[in-house]
């Protein structure tokens, strides 16, 4: 079946420096990559999304690409805000439905 | 034009309750889906409906999980009999189709005593 992987669970990083979210993922369909990006008693809200291979993304400061070589949609930015802190999920879906399959989610801190 | 709105926002359970959380999809979308997400686990797919068609019941969720869409405006998760281990938030989000996004409501945090 779908995966996703995670490996960071919390990531701390002081204002100003650049961060790098990992997310892999398997599937045998064609897949689509989604972030979310979920505030502290917020909903999650789409960040990116991409199902072109090898093609940056960007959206408020923050991008990724989609590598279907290596199965891998990370998502970076160059110089992360306190604003940024927040719980960021990695998600799959494919040509084959509609459902997500979430990934375990990294929480971000920013500290001053 | 309106998000995906759920109420209620909080609820008390005791245990063995039945409890009824409610969902309304953003208009003309034909997506819906049921989430609960906890710390330990993360975001876990309760069910999933397309055009008002349940298309996933989410396995391990069935026995006392029980989802609902009667018309395409309006979504019900039941949980009967509720457990302490059901505490958590519930999120209904919808999308328009295959690969769109899906908007998430602001959830309902269940805690069942």
């Known amino acids: 079946g779908d995966s996703v992987t995670q490996t960071e669970g919390l990531v701390t990083l002081t204002k100003g420096l650049p961060v790098m979210l990992n997310c892999t993922y398997q599937?045998?369909?064609?897949?689509?990559l989604f972030w979310y990006v979920q505030h502290l008693n917020e909903a999650p809200k789409l960040l990116l999304k991409s199902s072109t291979d090898n093609k940056r993304t960007e959206h408020q400061g923050f991008y990724a690409t989609l590598h279907k070589s290596s199965s891998s949609f990370h998502l970076q930015k160059s110089s992360v805000q306190l604003s940024d802190s927040a719980l960021y999920f990695c998600a799959l879906s494919h040509n084959a439905g509609a459902k997500l399959t979430f990934g375990g989610g990294t929480r971000l801190t920013v500290r001053p | 034009d309106a998000g995906v709105t759920q109420t209620p926002r909080h609820e008390v359970a005791e245990k063995g309750q039945t409890i009824i959380l409610k969902c309304e999809p953003v208009?003309?979308?034909?997506?819906l889906f049921w989430y609960r997400q906890t710390k330990i686990q993360g975001l876990e797919l309760l069910s999933y409906?397309?055009?008002?068609?349940?298309?996933?019941d989410g396995g391990a969720f069935k026995d006392r999980f029980k989802a609902e869409m009667l018309n395409s405006s309006f979504s019900t998760l039941k949980i009967q009999p509720t457990e302490p281990k059901d505490s958590a938030v519930y999120l209904c989000?919808?999308?328009?189709?295959?690969?769109?996004?899906?908007?998430f409501g602001p959830g309902t945090r269940l805690t069942v005593l």
């Open positions: 989000a919808s999308s328009l189709n295959n690969y769109a996004e899906q908007f």
């Open positions: 599937t045998t369909y064609s897949p689509f």
């Open positions: 409906f397309r055009s008002k068609s349940l298309m996933e």
């Open positions: 208009s003309g979308h034909n997506d």
